[in-house]
């Protein structure tokens, strides 16, 4: 299958690395839309949030469970936001579940 982040997650596709473990890669968004902006993805292909089900969701909660850490990593002690488009009006232009963690800045109250 061609998926740019499959391709990341192999190290087919070189990125700026932050946090691994057996279900997650969290790694820095080529285009960042804050001082700080990462992604966390799944090691399993799940096409967006719209495609999590009972089967998969334990790559999800493994997620979140590495937010945390990621955020320590980032220095992000005064907080961050995170956001996961999905589809056509959620703006999502890569089809692998990924939520971004942005931070390093008071962000926008505007989210949408
Ligand atoms: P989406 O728009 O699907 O929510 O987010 C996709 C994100 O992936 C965008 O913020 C975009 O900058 C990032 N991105 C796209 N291609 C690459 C890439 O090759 N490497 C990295 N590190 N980020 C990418
Ligand atoms: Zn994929």
């Known amino acids: 299958m061609d998926c740019l982040f499959c391709a990341i997650i192999k190290g087919d596709i070189p990125s700026g690395k932050v946090y691994e473990d057996e279900y997650c ?5 080529i285009n960042p839309q804050a001082p700080k902006h990462c992604l966390i993805v799944p090691k399993l292909h799940i096409a967006s949030a719209d495609e999590i089900t009972e089967e998969n969701s334990v790559y999800v909660s493994k997620i979140f469970e590495a937010v ?7 220095d992000l002690s005064d907080g961050y936001r995170i956001i996961s488009n999905v589809g056509e009006h959620g703006c999502q232009s890569v089809k ?3 939520f971004h963690i942005l931070g390093g800045k008071k962000l926008s109250e505007n989210m949408g």
Request: charged letters at 20%.
């Open 25 to 29: 890669y969290a790694f820095m968004d």
């Open 68 to 74: 945390p850490k990621v955020a320590k990593l980032l």
């Open 96 to 98: 692998h579940l990924h």
